[in-house]
């Protein structure tokens, strides 16, 4: 006779486990520096499935002028995960902007690279507050016991904004 017997198992389906994997990002994604200053911005490195490999940190498209330093220069999740960067400007640095700088994250096992950006401007240092004083005429002849006139004019520049005693001597 043809027989015919069943057993019962449990079954589970599980989601495939993520790769290793990692994202960077900055913050602040905006920096704004003076010639002859710097800014600074947080780089993060987000590690998922498991990623915990070194990442080293580097700065391209930097505008000629600025230089661009990590501290550490990389990070090993999930441990260490930020990394300060300073971007720096000489006092001759190109100005204008903003220029995208790419921050790129480099690790070796595995095999990834990822980017983020910095939206960066370059601008002049403000001039010190400081003021002119011009005369017209600035030439006067008088005869004695008689009297003449001259305008003073102060021109403010920088920003200045305080009064101004005159004295003639």
């Known amino acids: 006779p043809a027989l015919t017997r069943t057993t019962t198992i449990s079954l589970t389906v599980t989601e495939v486990p993520p790769e290793p994997d990692f994202s960077l990002s900055a913050a602040p994604n905006t920096l704004t520096i003076q010639r002859g200053g710097s800014g600074t911005s947080t780089i993060t490195v ?6 915990s490999s070194a990442v080293a940190l580097s700065a391209s ?15 090993t999740p999930p441990g260490t995960t930020t990394s300060t960067l300073t971007l720096t400007a000489s006092a001759t640095a190109t100005l204008g902007g903003p220029v995208t ?3 790129t994250g480099i690790s070796t096992s595995p095999a990834l690279t990822r980017t983020t950006t910095i939206s960066l401007t370059v601008t002049e240092v403000p001039p010190e507050p400081d003021f002119s004083l011009s005369a ?26 305080s009064a101004v005693a005159l004295s003639a001597s």
Do not use: C
Not at 136 to 161: D, E, H, K
């Open 46 to 51: 987000t590690a998922t499935g498991g990623f």
């Open 101 to 103: 700088v790419t921050i």
């Open 61 to 75: 498209g930097l505008p000629t002028g600025v230089t661009a330093a990590f501290v550490p220069t990389s990070v």
């Open 136 to 161: 017209a005429p600035n030439t006067l002849t008088i005869q004695r016991g008689g009297s003449g006139t001259s305008t003073i004019t102060v021109t403010a520049t920088g920003g200045f904004s």
